[in-house]
């Protein structure tokens, strides 16, 4: 039971991080604040990928 609690607390991360990853990508061409959304797109998605960290960790060091 808490097994899959935990897997589908993951799975809805992993969902909600990439929607916001995606609007925020679409923000690019269309108006918003891509800059502001992206970011926490990939906060929520560096809770459970190392890819997402490091691609976090880059954007941070930019600013």
Request: hydrophobic share 60%; net charge positive; aromatic share 6%.
């Amino acid at each position: 039971m808490i097994r899959t609690f935990q897997q589908a607390k993951r799975i809805i991360k992993i969902i909600i991080g990439f929607t916001i990853l995606i609007i925020g990508l679409a923000m690019i061409v269309l108006p918003g604040p891509a800059i502001l959304v992206i970011p926490v797109g990939l906060a929520i998605l560096a809770t459970e990928f190392i890819w997402a960290r490091k691609l976090l960790e880059k954007v941070k060091n930019k600013k």
